[in-house]
């Protein structure tokens, strides 16, 4: 297996913009989790979905994040419209739901809004 | 709610000497305790676990982390330092028998091994 696989690795936008990052989790894990790292927060989960399914979005920060599961291989975190706040490193995880194991982690997009 | 504490941002050490990254956890129940490890650039990999049974976990390229429950600490420790070691290090807990319950991470200490 690849891992999880992230996309882009890099995305440098305009303040206003539209932004959509991507994640293909490992195939056969059911639960997807994205998370923010900053230097000044450190690392935050935003969402988590199992079975496709939205669990918890608290860690949202604003309405102008949505994140989308629309299959088992495929999800999405949206940024409308970014501002330069939204600069950061996001992350997403994958794992199988009740499992003792670990997280396996995509790569990250670095994200910068000017 | 659990919670997860990494006292020190920045440990530096001497190559060859041991080293310990320090983590500190607040839950009920025996927790689910991980360390985590991110080199620059990439995402957080994997390194060791304490779910049940023996308190010394060994995990991926030679650390070890030890669970003390009345001390409630999870630190991270190896014998002899590699400057290959510097990196990122996270901990993260998750109480028992809570399903998914997402791990929640602490701030992350930076390693820092000098030749």
């Known amino acids: 297996d690849a891992g999880v696989i992230q996309s882009p690795r890099h995305e440098v936008t305009e303040m206003g913009q539209e932004v959509t990052l991507r994640c293909k989790p490992i195939s056969g894990h059911n639960s997807l989790f994205w998370y923010r790292q900053t230097m000044m927060r450190g690392l935050e989960l935003l969402i988590y979905?199992?079975?496709?399914?939205?669990?918890?979005d608290s860690g949202m920060p604003e309405d102008r994040f949505s994140a989308k599961m629309p299959n088992a291989s495929f999800s999405t975190l949206k940024i409308q419209p970014s501002e330069p706040r939204d600069s950061a490193v996001y992350f997403c995880a994958s794992t199988l739901q009740g499992s003792l194991g670990g997280y396996t982690f995509g790569s990250g997009t670095r994200l910068t809004v000017v | 709610a659990q919670s997860v504490a990494q006292p020190e941002d920045q440990v530096n050490v001497a190559e060859g000497n041991p080293l310990t990254v320090k983590c500190t956890y607040s839950v009920s129940g025996n927790p689910y305790l991980f360390w985590y490890v991110q080199y620059p650039n990439r995402g957080l990999q994997f390194l060791l676990k304490y779910i049940t049974g023996d308190n010394l976990v060994k995990g991926s390229y030679g650390f070890e982390a030890e669970f003390n429950k009345s001390q409630t600490s999870f630190h991270l420790k190896k014998p002899s330092a590699l400057v290959s070691d510097s990196a990122l290090y996270f901990c993260a807990v998750r109480p028992p028998n809570s399903g998914n319950t997402p791990l929640v991470f602490g701030k992350g200490t930076r390693l820092s091994v000098i030749a």
């Open positions: 979905f199992n079975n496709n399914v939205p669990i918890d």
